[in-house]
């Protein structure tokens, strides 16, 4: 298999539009290939960097931070959550994971 | 036996957050999913779950976030034409390999994103964070959905090299 159709293979495999005969295509490749493994790896961590990127430019955004402003003061679980604020440099209160780990600790 | 602190289970979670959610990746395609999946795996860890070390966690996240991510599909009726089980233990056991150096390697690749010329983010954003389809894409930037899919592997492409000039400026850097 060429680079291009591995290319062509996995980025149609994260589209969710491989038919049946050509997953099985790609399973042997991956199974055989570990440069196709790699490059499967590469595309997820591609995809997580992508998101971050994006929703650290939305966290940033004014409208964002009064919101989160208005909406989130912390309270309780001080020192996890201390922790869970330090996650990433864009990470606010307002990030999901913050609020739901600081619900979760709070009424534990 | 010792369990595992909350503070450093919380520590350890978060340091291997990028590893577990492009995991998760791996079976969702969707990094809204993988962040959803990891937050859950995260309430459970703290939930009352007992760990002896960081390696006990690591090990029962990567099941326990698998399992997530595929009775979360299941309940969306997202028909899930995933890779075998076979080949998923054989790329996390590689991602889990590669220890530490994600983290590096996700630092690079944001610099990476940061850089691309704006219709080429455009692109990636619609695609990854926006969690458009191939098809909704080709449609938005005026495009056939071959072009498409080769727009999309072309700037992986570049992502890669990018990714790995960066990392390699830096391992040059450290040597000096």
Redesign the interface.
């Known amino acids: 298999m060429t680079e291009?159709e591995l290319?062509?293979l996995?980025?149609?495999?994260?589209?969710?539009?491989?038919d049946?005969e050509r997953?099985a295509q790609?399973?042997a490749e991956?199974?055989r290939s570990g440069i196709a493994?790699?490059?499967?790896?590469?595309?997820?961590?591609?995809?997580?960097?992508?998101?971050?990127?994006?929703?650290c430019r939305e966290a940033r955004s004014p409208q964002r931070r009064v919101w989160s402003f208005l909406r989130l003061r912390p309270r309780g679980a001080g020192?996890?959550f201390s922790?869970?604020s330090?996650?990433r440099p864009c990470c606010s209160r307002s990030s999901?994971?913050c609020r739901?780990?600081q619900r979760?600790?709070y009424w534990? | 036996m010792a369990s595992l602190p909350q503070d450093e289970l919380i520590r350890t979670l978060l340091a291997q957050r990028a590893r577990i959610s492009a995991g998760v990746w791996l079976v969702v395609r969707d990094v809204h999913l993988a962040e959803d999946v990891f937050q859950d795996v995260m309430v459970k860890a703290l939930a009352g779950e007992s760990f002896t070390n960081e390696a006990h966690l690591l090990s029962w996240c990567r099941v326990t976030a698998r399992n997530v991510a595929l009775n979360l599909m299941r309940k969306r009726g997202r028909e899930v034409t995933t890779l075998s089980g076979d080949i998923m233990e054989l790329l996390e056991g590689e991602l889990q390999a590669q220890g530490g150096a994600t983290a590096a390697r996700i630092e690079a690749l944001q610099e990476c994103v940061e850089a691309l010329p704006a219709d080429s983010r455009a692109l990636v954003d619609a695609r990854y964070f926006e969690g458009r389809s191939c098809a909704e894409v080709a449609a938005t930037f005026k495009m056939g959905l071959d072009a498409a899919y080769q727009r999309l592997s072309r700037l992986h492409r570049v992502l890669r090299e990018c990714m790995e000039g960066k990392l390699h400026q830096a391992a040059t850097q450290r040597a000096v």
């Open positions: 291009a290319d062509d996995l980025v149609r495999y994260a589209d969710g539009t491989l049946t997953l790609l399973e991956l199974a493994r790699a490059r499967l790896r590469d595309l997820a961590e591609q995809a997580f960097a992508i998101g971050e990127v994006a929703r020192v996890p922790l869970v330090r996650w999901p994971l739901r780990i979760e600790l534990k």
